[in-house]
Structure formats: C-alpha cells, structure tokens
C-alpha cells in the first residue's frame, strides 16, 4: 500500500507539470502581449521593462523561471489588480473557497447516499420515485438557474438568510452558497448509490448475511454500503472537479470572495497571470483529491489491495 | 422477453424449418426499436425534443419579429400578445420567444456538433487501443487516465480568454474534453468481442486490421455509443450554457440558452419571464435527452434489465 501511495505520488509530478506547461505556453500563443494596450514607450524602457519581466528571454528559459518560481509560491504580479501578487490574490481568496467546496462535497455524500440507500431499499415505491424525480431534476437544472433562484426565494421572498455575500465569514452567509453548490452532485450521488446498492443488495453475500438473522439495518450498514460505496467514491474525482467549476460560478452569483470570483474578472479582463495561478492552483487541487480518492479506494476494495 | 421468444423462434426454425415459417428473424436493432417503443418516458421525451426542435427550426418564421431587431419603445415588457411578443422582450427591447429558439438552434447545434467531435474521436481511438492491446493499449489507456485528472474545463476556460469567443472554438474544444468516457467504453466492448469468430474468421481471409477495425469492430460497439452520445449531448449543452453564462460563449447579437439565461438571472426579480423561458427550454431539452439515454440504455442492452 505505501508503495502504491508513493507510486501514485510521483506520477502527480508530472501531471502537475503537465497543467502549468498547458497554462503558460497557452497564454504565450495568446495573440497580443501584456504591455500591448499601454501607450507606446521609447524602445529602450520597453526593454527594461521585458527584462524586468524576463520576457526578453528565450521562451524555453523563461518557462523554467516560471516553474521555479511558481514552486516557491510567486505566481508573479496581477495585471489588473494593481500592487497585488497573484500569490497574495490566490491566498486571499483561497479560505472562502475551499470552506465552500468541501462542505459542499461532505454535504452532497451525506445526503446522497442517504437519499440513494433509502430509494434503493424502497425501490420502485412512491419514495423511490420522488427521490429520483428530485435527482433527475436537480442534473437538468443547471447551478446557475439554481442559485440565483434560491437566493430569490430565500433571500428575498422569504428574508431567511442573505442573499449573497460573505460578512466576516458567518455560517448565515455560508448556507445558500453551499446548498447551491452541493444540489447536482447530491443528484448524481443519490443516482449512483441507488444503482450499485441495488445491485449489492441482491447479491450473495447480502442474502448470507441476511440469512444468518443479522438485522436489516446491519446488513445495510455493515455490509451492504461497503460495497455499494464503491461506485460513490470513485466519482469522488469528477466530483471534486465539478465543484471547483460549479464553486466559479456560485461564488460570482453569492457574491462570495473567493478564487472563483478572482478568475472569472481575470478571465474577463484578460488578467493573464491570474487566469494562470487560479488555474494551477485548481489543477494542484484537482490532482491531489484525485490521488486521495485512489488511495481510499484502494482501502476500501479487497481486491485492489492484494494486487498492489 | 422478446429476445428469448426471438432466440427461441430461431432455435425451433432450425430444428424443424416447416415449423414457424411465418415467424421472421428480427434484428437486434428492431428488437431495441420495440422496446423503445414501448418506454413511455423514452417515447414522450422523444416527442416533445421532436416538437422543439421543430419549433427551434421553423419559430423564428412564425413571429414577425427578427431575432436582432431592436424595438426602444418596448424594453423589457412582459409577455404581450397584442404585439405578438409571446414570451415577451429582453433589456434591449428584442422578442425573447424568436431570441429563446435561435439559442434553442445554437445549443441544439453545440451540443449535437461536439458530441459528434467527440465520438469520432473516441470511437476510433478505443477501437484501436482496444483492438491492439498489449502495450498500444496500455500506452494509449494510460493517456486517456492522465488527461482524465486535468482540470479540463478550466483549459477550456482558458482557451476561450486567449482566443476569444468562437464558437467553433466551442465546439472542437467541448469535443474534445467529452471524448474520454467514449474511447474508455469503446475500448472495452471491443475487448469483448475481438476474440470473437467472426473476427477471426475475417483475419483468416486476410483482411487488413484498419478493415477489421472499421467493418466488424466499430459497427459492433455502436449501440453503447449511441447510448453514451444520447447523454453526451445534454451534457455539452450545459458546459456551453455554462461557458455563455460566464460570458465566454456565443457573442451578440448571437445567442444562446445559457446567455439569455444569465441576462435573465439579473434580472428576475422585475423580469422573471426573461429567466423562465430559456430556463425552462434549457431544462425540458436536457430532461428529454436524459429519458431517451436510459431508455436508449434499457432498450439496447436487455441484461440490464
């Protein structure tokens, strides 16, 4: 197992490079240069401000400066944003962010797999079918329908919770943000539990156990859900990945000040090194959860863990 | 139930020809097709999508306003009959119902282009990692496993700041982030039936690999591709809601469902209609797609069941 992890752990190396070589050659093939719309300077102030900025160097070079710098945590200066490094940017906006994705992910397994269970061991009743019509709602209603929508019935019509914002980071704030967020991978992770614990619940060692008298819910709890998890914790990935894009665009409607919000006014702007660091920071973010989902699923099939 | 009366019509008809000679041999797909048939939500989804895109195609004529005309006396009205604004105006005073269906043609059209990109793509690609195996297919999978963990959308994302909104750029860009599941499927139907006779025998006459590949292997894997390409499509019609939504998709006086959409979530609070229709568009089109997938699923792969 601990070959494995550190097996998992080098190959994230090169996929990490792999983001920040994609990152910063994209942005050089990007027609026009940073200093472009700036009034035009005498050639020799140009110069120096290239040098300053190492763009007078072959390319190969100034990709290795970046790198170098980047692994030391300077993602260099915010065009836009004057008197702020990207870093500073990035760290800013980084706590907001990642309280509102990982709650969003704890709360879409808790309530999915508890949804999809229940609709599994009632399958095909009233409850089943409300739980998958509610599913199959929340997939074809995208978040951003959603959120602004429950910021208006909440928010507005209701007046139980402000409409967006951040405050000094209260739980009131945080409630909406979540809830938006964490609503379509309720509805696949309720879709994907109902399905495999299906399946799980009509095989063999389902009806052993059962056989022996051990009580529905211990059968369910113990030995059921080990399984049926299986599927859940493997799109533990994707998931992850579409919550960081789904936390873009949450984060623009609730007015959250997190590094979603910083990307798409970089985005709009054409902010290029903080389109840069944002995207390098998701990716690193992306990466490691992906690492971590292996290594719990390694855990958590047998038969993975006697082959590694 | 059908396939076991079929297999068994067949069987008797072998034994004893005179038998059943009424009984004709049906193909697999028109059994799939019977079964479609009779999934209510699969054929109900089917007709409603029908009637959208036929309206998608046609709409735009039946209203007497153009999809860029710009009328300054009526911004923003509710739905208002009597100047035959059906779903009423957007901020600048343009007629929403013939704007909705011209996004309904634009992300109908995003989402079928780009699903085609990607299931060209991954067809051929899983047919030839799965058909080769060994190293190729293990080289080429493992391709497929790192592009799987980057953080695509934001490349997307990217690609549409440093090149600006394009929508052909869409397309080929959405085609290509969605290719991945496909060559996985692909890849492993055609582990299942390249050890088949049929093949064999094709390699024993001497066809070429790129034959084998394209005549047997491919037309055998199609019907789980048909399957995923019916759940690709909703799919990509989010993401370019998404893109358009952030800004980054179709540009004016173009439009589509995620633009209208994001101009509406503005302002619902004085304009719901504006959010209501495209929304309400976007979900149907989505919900449609989704039924016919799993009914598609269902009809397609009777083990399923």
């Known amino acids: ?308 | 139930m059908l396939f076991f009366r079929r297999k068994s019509t067949l069987a008797s008809g072998n034994g004893a020809p005179a038998e059943a000679p009424s009984v004709e041999a049906r193909s697999v797909w028109r059994n799939a097709r019977l079964r479609l048939y009779r999934n209510k939500a699969a054929m109900g989804s089917l007709i409603i999508l029908g009637l959208i895109i036929v309206l998608a195609i046609i709409g735009p004529s039946l209203s007497p306003h153009e999809y860029d005309a710009v009328y300054w006396d009526r911004i923003q009205m509710g739905p208002d009959f009597a100047n035959q604004h059906w779903f009423g105006t957007d901020g600048n005073g343009r007629d929403l119902f013939v704007r909705t269906l011209y996004g309904a043609r634009v992300s109908m059209a995003v989402g079928l282009l780009a699903t085609f990109v990607s299931m060209v793509i991954g067809v051929v690609y899983g047919a030839t990692a799965g058909y080769f195996g060994g190293r190729v297919d293990n080289l080429m999978m493992r391709f497929v496993d790192i592009l799987y963990t980057l953080p695509f959308m934001f490349f997307v994302i990217m690609l549409m700041v440093v090149f600006g909104r394009n929508i052909f750029l869409i397309f080929v860009a959405l085609g290509a982030v969605e290719w991945l599941t496909m060559a996985r499927i692909v890849r492993g139907q055609t582990l299942a039936i390249k050890r088949r006779e049929f093949i064999e025998a094709a390699h024993a006459i001497g066809v070429s690999n790129l034959t084998i590949i394209f005549r047997h292997i491919i037309p055998n894997v199609l019907g789980p591709v048909i399957v995923y390409a019916t759940l690709t499509i909703p799919q990509v019609i989010l993401i370019e809601s998404f893109l358009s939504f952030l800004g980054l998709g179709v540009q004016e006086p173009l439009t589509s469902w995620g633009v209208l959409i994001s101009e509406g979530a503005n302002v619902m609070e004085v304009a719901p209609w504006m959010l209501l229709f495209p929304a309400a568009f976007l979900a149907t089109t989505l919900f449609c797609f989704n039924f016919i997938g799993d009914g598609l699923r269902d009809a397609l792969d009777p083990k399923d069941r």
């Open chain 1, 1 to 308: 197992m601990t070959r494995y992890i550190l097996k998992r752990l080098l190959g994230a190396i090169p996929l990490m490079l792999i983001v920040i070589a994609v990152a910063f050659f994209m942005m050089r093939i990007a027609p026009g240069g940073p200093f472009d719309s700036e009034r035009a300077l005498p050639p020799e102030i140009e110069q120096n401000i290239k040098a300053a900025y190492d763009l007078d160097k072959p390319l190969v070079q100034q990709f290795g400066i970046y790198l170098w710098k980047v692994m030391h945590g300077d993602f260099g200066p915010s065009i836009k944003i004057r008197d702020f490094s990207v870093a500073e940017l990035i760290a800013s906006g980084a706590p907001a962010s990642i309280q509102l994705g990982l709650s969003a992910i704890l709360l879409a397994l808790m309530v999915g797999v508890t949804l999809g269970t229940l609709s599994a061991l009632r399958q095909n009743s009233a409850a089943d079918y409300a739980v998958m019509g509610v599913a199959m709602t929340g997939i074809v209603i995208p978040n951003f329908v959603m959120a602004p929508l429950l910021s208006l019935v909440v928010g507005v019509y209701w007046e139980l919770l402000p409409t967006s914002g951040w405050g000094s980071g209260e739980l009131k704030y945080k409630v909406l943000p979540i809830i938006a967020l964490s609503l379509p991978q309720i509805a696949y992770i309720s879709r994907l539990t109902r399905g495999s614990m299906l399946e799980v619940l009509n095989s063999n060692f389902v009806r052993t156990a059962r056989a022996k008298g051990l009580r529905d819910h211990l059968v369910v709890i113990r030995h059921a859900l080990k399984a049926g998890l299986l599927p859940v914790v493997s799109y533990l990935g994707p998931a992850t990945a579409a919550v960081t894009t789904g936390s873009v665009v949450i984060e623009t409607i609730f007015a959250v000040p997190g590094i979603g919000t910083y990307f798409i006014k970089a985005a709009l702007n054409r902010d290029y090194p903080l389109v840069m660091g944002v995207v390098i920071v998701y990716g690193a973010l992306i990466i490691t959860l992906n690492l971590l989902v292996d290594v719990l699923y390694g855990l958590l099939d047998p038969k993975l863990r006697s082959n590694r």
